[in-house]
């Protein structure tokens, strides 16, 4: 069944670079990596992303999204509190709690001003339960939703490894396409992970985010 015109217009607006949220000043430990040279050409950075996609993504953000809408449109505030202050206390350094945050406050701004989340927002309310909220003012399902914040996350990260390694943009499109052929698995996989399955266990990528805080030169703010 298609999506209604102004739901799939809500979706696709949620998931562009260009929402006014933030995502692009961040690398989420990508620029570490780049400059420890675990990560120095395209296939290695399609590897990195990948390996991202799969055990972060798949199994921390896209379960909190997915149960985080059905709070939403149940109007259950409580839990989404608590989905709220799972992922926060997950986060394993600080930046990339503060990048969740940050991220969720500015999203959760930009809904004030179309007229408000018309839910009760969480304190924080970190990215995945923000983009929950902004969604489930749509019609759209829950795998769309998934779809649409992990196609986002996807952009985002493709545009930092072209900056960061760097790549050309035909080698961007390739990163991009083989995130996008693995995701609709990824996604629906994470529609039936519950709370005790959910899981925030990524050492690789909490050591490079760790490594990030206080590397000597920057270009991203994770």
Known sequence: MSLPPASLLQLIWLAS??????GF???EGLEAAIDRQQV??????????????????????LPVVAAALDAARRGDAPRLQALADWHSHTRETGELRLQSEQMGRSLIGWLEVL??????VP???????????????????????????????????????LKAVPLGQN?????????ARELPAVAQAAL???????????????IASSRHETQYSRLFRS
């Open 17 to 22: 670079p260009a929402l006014p949220v933030g």
């Open 25 to 27: 000043s961040y690398s």
């Open 40 to 61: 120095h050409d395209e296939a290695s950075a399609a590897d990195w992303l990948d390996d991202q996609l799969r055990l972060s993504l798949g199994r921390s953000e």
């Open 115 to 120: 007229g408000g989340p018309g839910r009760a």
């Open 123 to 161: 304190a924080p309310c970190p990215w995945p339960v923000a983009f929950a909220l902004a969604a489930a003012r749509s019609q759209a399902a829950p795998l769309d939703v998934l779809l649409a914040f992990g196609f986002s996350w996807a952009e985002n990260q493709v545009q930092a490894a």
């Open 171 to 179: 080698a961007g499109q390739r990163m991009l396409a083989r995130l």
């Open 192 to 206: 039936a992970i519950g709370d005790e399955a959910r899981q925030a266990f990524t050492p690789g990528l909490a």
